[in-house]
């Protein structure tokens, strides 16, 4: 199983966690302090949430080898609405067949780029 730090990119804010692969399908797990962070709704630290840069939920998502039509960069972002998604770096972009694009924000991203583009093969 390959496995990277990672951090997707849900509602324009870049969520800590780690990007798997394993049997054809891309796993991203959150971070524990990110469920944690999801844990303040309904209690009186819920107002605190927004200072951790998001309001909804931190999710695991798979994505199925299969259903990605292409593995790229995108390029740095300079501008305050991607500040929260790590727009000031290159990220990993994963064109979906769906239509849809998925951002993540990686390490070493000319590796992962290359490998992920190998499993696509």
Not at 5 to 10: M, T
Not at 18 to 47: C, N, Q, R, Y
């Amino acid at each position: 199983m390959w496995s990277i730090k990672a951090n997707h990119v849900q509602d324009d804010v870049a969520i800590g966690g780690k990007l798997s692969l394993a049997k054809g399908v891309l796993l991203f797990t959150p971070h524990g302090f990110e469920k944690l962070i999801d844990k303040l709704d309904g209690t009186a630290l819920e107002v605190f949430k927004p200072y951790f840069g998001r309001e909804g939920s931190a999710e695991s998502r798979m994505f199925p080898i299969s259903n990605v039509a292409s593995v790229g960069k995108l390029d740095r972002e300079l501008s305050l609405s991607a500040l929260a998604g790590g727009g000031l770096r290159q990220r990993l972009s994963l064109q979906m067949k769906s239509g849809e694009q998925e951002i993540f924000v990686v390490d070493d991203l000319d590796d992962v780029v290359a490998h992920l583009r190998e499993q696509l093969s």
